[in-house]
């Protein structure tokens, strides 16, 4: 975001709050990460403004309840709005019932320039309710391309962040984006224009967008299907070699990063034991673009030869698509379409898919029906962390797509992070197992200053003891990042 002529009200932790004047009303722009210390800015800065505020966090990551609650506490007290929001923000807001508490402007310019929210917020609904009449009325501002995603009818450009079905039209979120467009971004708006392209217009760039993707995903299935045929090849061969444990088990091991790498965000342990020669666990690390770092961990239902082909397939989807830009959401909802495609549900995979930005030290990840993580802090403490998520490969796509959550943590040199399989809590016994909190216990109590693998050592330990005589019903795998 271009913070324009604005005053810097607030600069740290990879973050910066920027106060721009709209008449008596202070727009507060929030570029960067969501930080407690931010926060604790916030309630006081909020507290400090005598005028009304419009708060603009398009381009802050990271929010949380705690962020939002600090807002709707001000709102009880002050006019205060919200100006072009994020999803993540919304979504807090409607989780907890406070959707109608805030006011929502679609962008800065939408407040007018004597500053008052009462009599911008009249204009804007009139706004929206003139657009809404134009998509009803008029098809021509119903044009979206292969993936829904909406042709503005004035100017012709693809606007990302309006999707909808043309037999429906847009929802309020997407009709505030369209107004977002329209007044900043829509040259042929900006310049006077009220009606649409001709139809004949539209419909050529629509054609040539639809080209163009279908383009794209026919080059992703190319590339998707020459790595699943070269991971076949290897398949075939390991079929044949099953008679031999010790030569199959050394190709497996040979396709996962047992011993990673050093990496100069965290220091990294790997402890993997698979139940039999061949396993379904599966483990990866990757250096990204942006100075980003990833890990994935997973499970794939079931034992034997045939679970380790589901195995390679799916680490492979994972790598390749942890290659391509997007969300973490979106690359793990694209990577459950190539697996369901070759599984049709004959198996199912758990994973945790995480991204931690070198920079920041912020790290996104998702949960697709996996253990939850461990992050012991170096402040003190141990957290499980949250996400919900369906398994990989036992839907197509919407209902995975729908029910898989992104979360965002931010981490501290010194903070722990664990990742593992169902076969580390449910080792033990006939008659117990060792469970989350007997790990998270292990966890807390490794030594701080050691390393990663001291740390895992630890852990493991901690397991053998608990399963004494008896023998593990499962595969094992531990990953220990040790953030720097």
Known sequence: MNTGAGRALFSGGGVQVVQVDRGRCAVLRFIGANTPLLIDWTTSALRAL????????????????????????HATRKPLALVSPPKELIDILEQTGSRDRIPLFSREEAILESGSIPDSLAQERLALQELESRFRINPLWRKVDQD??????????????????????????????????????????????????????LDQFLAEVNARKASEDVERKKKLSQ?????????????????????????????????????????????????QAVSGDFLDFYSLSDNKFGVSIG????????????????????RVRSQAHGSVRDLMTYANQDLFTELRRTAFITGVFAVIDRDTHQMQYVRAGHPKPLLRRVKGGCEELEGNGLPFGVDKGPRFAAGLEERA???????????????????????????????????????ADKSARTVLKHIADAVDAFVGEGVMGDDVTLICLKIR
């Open 148 to 201: 829904q995603t909406w042709l503005c009818a004035l100017c012709g450009l693809e606007v990302d962040d309006v999707q909808f079905w043309p037999a429906k039209g847009p929802e309020a979120a997407a009709l505030r984006n369209v107004r977002r467009h329209l007044i900043g971004d829509c040259m042929a708006w900006r310049a006077g224009r009220q009606q649409p392209l001709p139809a004949s217009v």
């Open 227 to 275: 790595e699943i045929e070269s991971l076949q090849s290897r398949v075939n061969d390991m079929q044949e070699m099953e008679r031999s444990v010790n030569q199959a088990q050394r190709r497996q091991l040979h396709l996962l990063p047992v011993d990673p790498a050093p990496d100069e965000i965290a220091d990294i342990a790997v402890i993997y034991r698979p139940l």
């Open 50 to 73: 005598k005028t009304p505020v419009a708060l603009n966090a398009r381009e802050l990551t990271g929010i949380d309840a705690e962020f939002v609650q600090v807002l709707l506490d």
């Open 299 to 318: 499970d794939v239902s079931g034992h034997g030869v045939e679970t380790a082909i589901v195995m390679g397939m799916a680490k492979m989807a994972f």
């Open 409 to 447: 943590v931010d981490l501290e040199p010194g903070d722990v992070l664990l990742l593992y399989t169902d076969g580390v809590i449910e080792a033990g016994p006939a008659t117990a197992q060792f469970g989350v909190e007997r790990l998270k216990e292990a966890l807390e109590t490794a030594p």
